[in-house]
């Protein structure tokens, strides 16, 4: 399976990008998918995951409260829908999918396969 990022760019302080991960190739059932990001000189962190039946979802406490996760299964495509962006979210965002899924959603290791990343630029 393949998973390929979308959305991110250049944006300014305060708005509100999209971006979505579609994965081709397999559908990915009873999955949990995540994304995390890598921001400049620093490890990759955990931002965001949800579980297939999108019931539960887990934020870093960094971005809870101004980014949402949310999913598509019958497009295979998850979605982080980013708000109020400060410029220390700048970052290649990665999607990843952690399947079948297992329970330490914030944790790299946990996931089995990873997109390329989309870099998002916050200006201020």
């Known amino acids: 399976g393949q998973l390929v990022e979308s959305g991110g760019g250049l944006v300014q302080a305060g708005g509100s990008p999209r971006l979505s991960c579609t994965a081709s190739?397999?559908?990915?059932?009873?999955?949990?998918m995540g994304w995390f990001r890598r921001a400049p000189g620093k490890e990759r962190e955990f931002v965001a995951a949800?579980?297939?039946?999108?019931?539960?979802?887990n934020y870093a406490d960094s971005v809870k409260g101004r980014f949402t996760i949310s999913r598509d299964n019958s497009r295979n495509t998850v979605y982080l829908q980013m708000n109020s962006l400060k410029p220390e979210d700048t970052a290649v965002y990665y999607c990843a999918v952690d399947s079948p899924p297992g329970t330490r959603l914030r944790e790299e290791r946990s996931y089995d396969y990873w997109g390329q990343g989309t870099q998002v630029t916050v200006s201020s």
């Open positions: 190739g397999r559908t990915f059932s009873n999955s949990v």
């Open positions: 949800i579980s297939w039946s999108a019931g539960n979802t």
